[in-house]
């Protein structure tokens, strides 16, 4: 059974930050921000980082692909969980459904506001995504996006900030 610590954002920077990068890819998907003034960027490995797989006590089939960290200036932060896939977007939208899940309980209070979930895709998406993303927002509050090939992430940013909770 997984630790009861807090959010493990000093595990998330010891152990599973991409140094300097502010987009990932994978062939044909690529997801990221072109950082601009007075913002913060954090990039997280999560399914191919073994030392996180321990952390959770999950294997890397149950893990999205990467955390991302956005804040600028003194808006509220946002968590961006993405998993780049080829064709299999149920598949990613499970992925990213059980990260948000064993994540969620470690996370502060009001860190739990601002959650994105996307799955970039390389193929066709299922016709009833709409649905999928429907059922996602019912079940965990968090919005889904299902996106195609390079994916600016600032434009799935949250258009205003949170209230106080």
Same mark, same amino acid.
């Given at each position: 059974m997984p630790s009861v610590n807090p959010m493990p954002f000093t595990f998330l920077l010891w152990h599973c930050l991409r140094p300097g990068e502010t987009s990932v890819g994978d062939g044909?998907?690529?997801?990221?921000?072109?950082?601009?003034?007075?913002?913060?960027?954090?990039?997280?490995d999560l399914d191919d980082n073994e030392d996180f797989r321990k952390?959770?006590?999950?294997?890397?089939?149950?893990?999205?692909?990467h955390l991302f960290f956005h804040k600028r200036g003194q808006g509220p932060a946002t968590l961006l969980f993405v998993e780049l896939k080829g064709a299999d977007v149920k598949h990613g939208i499970t992925q990213l459904r059980s990260t948000i899940e064993m994540m969620?309980?470690?996370?502060?209070?009001?860190?739990?506001?601002?959650? =994105?979930?996307?799955? @970039? &895709?390389? #193929?066709?998406?299922?016709?009833?995504?709409?649905?999928?993303?429907?059922?996602?927002?019912?079940?965990?509050? =968090?919005?889904?996006? @299902? &996106?195609? #090939?390079?994916?600016?992430?600032?434009?799935?940013?949250?258009?205003?900030?949170s209230a106080a909770k």
């Open positions: 044909k998907v690529r997801a990221g921000f072109k950082r601009v003034n007075e913002e913060c960027v954090l990039v997280f952390e959770f006590a999950v294997d890397k089939e149950r893990v999205c692909d969620r309980p470690r996370l502060p209070k009001y860190a739990g506001r601002d959650l =994105v979930a996307v799955v @970039v &895709k390389s #193929g066709g998406a299922p016709r009833n995504v709409g649905d999928l993303c429907e059922d996602f927002w019912k079940a965990l509050a =968090v919005r889904l996006h @299902v &996106k195609t #090939g390079k994916v600016d992430l600032r434009s799935l940013l949250p258009r205003k900030p």
